[in-house]
């Protein structure tokens, strides 16, 4: 499917941006923690589509917050993510061999060297948004760090994972599994979007609407990665797919059949959009990642 | 070895604090990440010295610090610290059996639980020192939160570990095992003696003869949990003695030998106790934690 110039334009930019970024984060020391460092790097720098750090930067956009900054809370969010991905696919979770088109990073190194990789990746977040250079003011640095810390935890991301490792025995139904997803993944997704907000300093109640945008395309991104497990090949999307099933899990794609899941995804991109609709052509990118997050092969 | 009566009923005191906040905060909640919180109460609640949370709260206490909102910065670090014994605990990482007298995480629960209750405590440490109920001034909050995740990242505890694992192929000297541990221990134990210094607003250039109490007190402590290796029981101590040995590592007893290293040790509590010589009766509790690093048993 043929994605928006502006879209690729902008993801393609993104892309450079976190590497460059991750680049200068990441600089191997010249001591024996530099394999952990390399590791780091090898998780961290050149792949994956980059949607949250993308989502980070067009929601600061809007809120007119500057570029240099919002990349830097995207790269917090990115190590987030990045160590959740190699947390989730050790051995004793999800025993993933591939992911993003190469070797998980306990095959490329080992497994104490992942494990400690995450948990390096966990703690840079923090020290990312911490810093100064991230926002002048300590009480938009505080509350990036209390939203990031809360999103990732186990009342977010890290309870999702939970949930989602005894679902198969669990045996959920469709509120189970949106409940499970809101966690795993939408928590995270979630945060991108309110970073833009805290950044750009929208007071509080004036976020409902954001928020809806926030919820209702984290869980179409969601239902279409259950539809691409069932349909997508592992050369486009970089991992295992038919993976859930395998597992007996329930999926969207399991609990309403393919069609019904693929009308549902697209219904939330509808409502998400209209979650924007008192903004202008500068919510326009924020509109296609919408789009691109049922409409993607990947 | 007798415990002097301050230390022993302040060590007290924190232990119940502590576990009480801990209660509060890991209330488990009644859905599918039920089992997720039992591991993290099993392996916060309940057990260990907690030497450092007792630093956070003597160091804070010496700076007039509220206690109650010293405790939550302890609690944070206590997260910090249990987090990084669970994943040390893998069978990836140590493969150890037995820690603070009970099953290690990852027998008692399994290892995927035992990774998310970990990664869940480290999250938490966060969004418990983001709180505004830890501190009302945003600056004292993104301060603790700079300094605790350098302390915990790869720059810290992480790296420090990382030094660990390749510590029997490296055949390290002594700065080398020095510089480890300074990583590996060091660094979270001088963060609790510098959240002190944060939480009563200690000026920057006022925390240099303090900081050189934390590194000689972080020293001793790892030189005496070396002799201890050697020479304590594991009825003692709660988990396996004799490790580092069986796994031919480098370690301050094997490179100094037994009566070298417990000089050093106590050479390293006189100093410590020296840089406290501008305080009175007030600094009492951290002179007497000083010297329990070098006489315990456990």
Same mark, same amino acid.
């Given at each position: ?17 976190? /590497? ?10 010249? /001591?024996? %923690? ?6 780091? %790097?090898?998780?961290a720098i050149g792949g994956g589509k980059r949607l949250r750090p993308l989502l980070v930067v067009a929601a600061c956009a809007l ?25 989730? /696919? ?15 990073v306990h095959r490329a190194f080992d497994e104490a060297c992942a494990i400690l990789a995450g948990d390096s990746l966990h703690a840079?977040?923090? +020290? ?14 505080? #509350?990036?760090?209390? #939203? ?45 979007? +309110?970073? !833009? ?28 990665? /259950? ?22 899990? #329930? ?5 309403? !059949? ?21 903004? !202008?052509? +500068? ?11 049922? +409409?993607?092969?990947?």
């Open positions: 499917m043929a994605e928006a110039p502006l879209l690729q334009r902008e993801m393609d930019r993104v892309r450079a941006e976190i /590497d460059a970024l991750f680049e200068e984060l990441l600089a191997p020391p010249a /001591d024996p %923690r530099a394999r952990l460092y390399e590791a780091m %790097r090898y998780a809120f007119h917050a500057d570029r240099s900054r919002a990349l830097r809370v995207a790269a917090a969010v990115e190590c987030i993510h990045v160590y959740s991905l190699i947390h989730d /696919d050790l051995p004793s979770m999800d025993d993933d061999e591939l992911r993003r088109g190469k070797p998980t840079l977040a923090f +020290e990312i948004l911490a810093d100064e250079a991230t926002h002048e003011d300590p009480f938009v640095r505080i #509350e990036l760090v209390a #939203e990031l810390a809360r999103a990732a935890g186990p009342a977010g991301m890290a309870g999702g994972q939970m949930m989602d490792l005894n679902a198969a025995a669990a045996g959920l139904d469709l509120p189970g599994v949106t409940r499970l997803q809101q966690l795993k993944t939408g928590a995270l997704i979630a945060f991108c979007l +309110e970073a !833009g907000a805290i950044m750009g300093r929208l007071p509080v109640e004036g976020r409902t609407r954001f928020r809806g945008y926030a919820r209702d395309v984290g869980l179409a991104f969601q239902i279409a990665d /259950d539809l691409l497990d069932e349909e997508g090949s592992e050369a486009r999307t970089g991992k295992r797919v038919g993976k859930d099933r395998d597992r007996g899990k #329930e999926t969207f794609v399991s609990l309403l !059949g393919r069609d019904r899941a693929r009308q549902q995804a697209e219904l939330l991109v509808r409502q998400a959009i209209e979650y924007l609709d008192r903004y !202008g052509a +500068e919510a326009d990118l924020l509109r296609e990642i919408a789009r691109f997050a049922v +409409e993607r092969d990947h």
